[in-house]
């Protein structure tokens, strides 16, 4: 099946940027998709990226995609600490089913 | 507006019980999802439905595990002669339509004791 790994662990001040990478394995892959997961909540999605698109831009949020790599990133801008929390990548596949997440990255935000 | 709702959010149940979980889907979305989420995991597919019917299970669904949607709106989801190892949180999400983006509930938090 298909493989998305993430970097378990983040940890930027307060005003800074963050950037949280993603690789992933399949190449038919349709959509690509960021969640944040804050602790004994579900998952809240934050943006997507159609795969012929290179970038995405939301307010604080960037998404960059390299398909050619299978890398995609999320970068947020004038972090807050607010922003703590666990960010999923998932998979969107070829199958217009199910999502394959990676084991999630946990973002620190200190003061 | 409201969101996808999932009820309860906690269950603690001895081994050998059986329980069932509930799921609300956004209105109007026709897909709903089911995942399982262990400590330190992403969540991992169970199945999901098309309106009615189920159109993908994953290996993770064994025998034990059912679900179901009846009307093509609420789902459930029981599990039967629970093992310790079903401890996880089950979540549940809906969409319009194919690719398109799933929206989570909270989840149920199952503990088998």
């Known amino acids: 099946g298909e493989d998305v790994e993430q970097s378990l662990f983040l940890s930027v001040r307060e005003g800074d940027s963050s950037v949280i990478n993603c690789t992933y394995t399949?190449?038919?892959?349709?959509?690509l998709y960021w969640y944040k997961q804050e602790p004994g909540a579900g998952l809240q999605l934050l943006t997507y990226?159609?795969?012929?698109?290179d970038m995405k831009q939301d307010q604080r949020l960037t998404v960059l995609l390299n398909k050619k790599d299978k890398h995609l990133s999320l970068r947020i801008a004038d972090t807050q600490t607010g922003d703590s929390a666990i960010y999923f990548c998932?998979?969107?596949?070829?199958?217009?089913?199910?999502?394959?997440f990676g084991r999630g990255t946990q973002l620190t935000v200190w003061p | 507006d409201t969101g996808v709702s999932q009820d309860p959010r906690h269950k603690i149940t001895k081994r050998g019980q059986n329980v069932t979980f509930r799921c609300d889907p956004i209105?109007?979305?026709?897909?709903l999802y089911w995942y399982r989420q262990t400590l330190g995991q992403g969540p991992e597919f169970l199945t999901y439905?098309?309106?009615?019917?189920?159109?993908?299970k994953s290996r993770l669904l064994s025998d034990r595990f059912s679900a179901e949607r009846p009307k093509g709106s609420f789902s459930t989801l029981e599990i039967q002669r629970t093992e310790q190892g079903d401890s996880a949180m089950y979540l549940c999400?809906?969409?319009?339509?194919?690719?398109?983006?799933?929206?989570f509930g909270d989840g149920t938090r199952l503990s088998i004791l």
């Open positions: 998932a998979d969107g596949g070829s199958t217009l089913g199910r999502l394959y």
């Open positions: 999400a809906s969409s319009l339509g194919p690719n398109q983006p799933q929206h």
């Open positions: 399949d190449s038919s892959s349709t959509y």
């Open positions: 990226i159609f795969s012929n698109m």
């Open positions: 439905f098309q309106n009615e019917a189920q159109l993908e």
């Open positions: 209105s109007e979305h026709n897909r």
